[in-house]
C-alpha cells in the first residue's frame, strides 16, 4: 500500500514499484524515469507523466549549470546531497510518483546497511548506483578497483537493497556488470552507454553512433537475460538525448523504456528558457 501515514505516494515497497511498472507496460506504454536535480523539476516531470523520478547528486550541478560528470568528482557529499533534494526539495511535492535515491555504493566512510535505512526512513521508493564507477574505464578504474571502491561495492549495495525490500534501478557499462547486477537481484537494469549529448554542456566527440548504441544495449540485455528473466530493462546516455532516440533503441532492442537526466531535465530548461527570454526580447519598447 502507498504511504500509511497519508495515504498516497512515497514510499512505496519493492513489490508496489514494481507492479506500477508493469502497469505501465500493461497499457502498452514506455517506462520513463526522470532524474531531478530540483523540485520544480521533478513537480513538472510528474505532471509529465513519468513512471519514476530519481535523485541524483549530479542533478544539482546539472541545474547550477555544469556538466553531470561533476557529479563523479570530489565537488561533495554524493549521498549527502542526494539525501538533501530529497528531503528538502523533492519528497515534499512529489504527489505519487516513486522516488529514487542514488546511491554512491563505494563510500567508504558509510556503512551501507545503515544508510540504506536512513534512505527507507526518509521515504524514498528505491535506490540506484549513482554516482556509478561503471562508466570509469582505463587505468583509473584499475585504480578503483584495488583500492577498495570498485563496482563490486555498487552490487554489494544493491544485493543489500534487495533484502531490506528496496526497488533497485541500476546503472551498467557492460555485459558482466548487467550478469552480476542481476545475480544480486536488481529489479530494473539501465544500459548505460556514455555522457549524453547535446545541449549547452554536453559531450560532443565523446560518444558512439545511435546504432553502435542499440548494439550495445542489446549486449548489456542478453548478459542480464542469461541470469533472469523477471528484469525490466531501459537506455540511457550517449546518442539517446531525445524522443526519437529513445525510440529508435527500444525499437532495436529488447529495452522496454528510457531514463533521462541530461537529455529531460538539463535540456528541457535550457530549450525553453532560452525560447521564452528570445520572445520577451522581441516585445515593442513602449506605445506604438
Excluded at 560518444?207 to 542480464?224: F, N
Aim: negative net charge; charged residues 25%.
Amino acid at each position: 500500500m502507498p504511504n500509511p501515514w497519508t495515504g498516497k505516494g512515497n514510499p512505496y515497497t519493492r513489490e508496489e514499484v514494481i507492479e506500477r511498472l508493469q502497469d505501465t507496460l500493461g497499457r502498452g506504454e514506455p517506462i520513463i524515469a526522470a532524474g531531478a536535480g530540483t523540485g520544480i523539476s521533478a513537480k513538472f516531470i510528474e505532471k509529465g507523466g513519468a513512471d519514476l523520478i530519481i535523485i541524483y547528486n549530479s542533478g544539482r550541478f546539472r541545474m547550477a549549470g555544469h556538466g553531470s560528470t561533476a557529479g563523479l568528482m570530489a565537488y561533495g557529499d554524493a549521498n549527502a546531497v542526494a539525501m538533501e533534494i530529497g528531503e528538502f526539495e523533492v519528497l515534499p511535492v512529489v504527489e505519487e510518483v516513486p522516488v529514487i535515491c542514488g546511491v554512491h555504493g563505494s563510500d567508504p566512510r558509510r556503512r551501507m546497511w545503515h544508510f540504506l535505512g536512513q534512505v527507507k526512513d526518509m521515504g524514498f521508493s528505491g535506490v540506484n548506483n549513482f554516482p556509478t564507477h561503471s562508466i570509469v574505464d582505463g587505468k583509473f578504474r584499475q585504480i578503483l578497483e584495488e583500492t577498495g571502491m570498485s563496482v563490486q561495492k555498487e552490487v554489494d549495495m544493491v544485493g543489500l537493497a534487495r533484502r531490506m525490500d528496496l526497488f533497485s534501478i541500476v546503472y551498467v557499462g557492460s555485459p558482466e556488470e548487467a550478469r552480476d547486477m542481476a545475480e544480486v537481484g536488481a529489479d530494473a537494469i539501465i544500459a548505460h552507454v556514455g555522457t549524453t549529448i547535446g545541449g549547452s554542456i554536453g559531450v560532443v566527440d565523446a560518444t558512439m553512433t545511435l546504432e553502435e548504441a542499440a548494439v550495445r544495449t542489446q549486449e548489456i540485455i542478453d548478459a542480464g537475460k542469461s541470469v533472469r528473466d523477471d528484469v525490466i530493462y531501459l537506455s540511457h546516455g550517449g546518442p539517446i538525448s531525445t524522443p526519437e532516440d529513445a525510440a529508435y533503441i527500444n525499437e532495436h532492442t529488447d529495452a522496454v523504456g528510457f531514463v533521462g537526466a541530461s537529455s529531460l531535465e538539463r535540456m528541457a530548461v535550457e530549450d525553453s528558457l532560452t525560447s521564452l527570454t528570445r520572445e520577451f526580447k522581441s516585445i515593442p519598447v513602449g506605445r506604438r
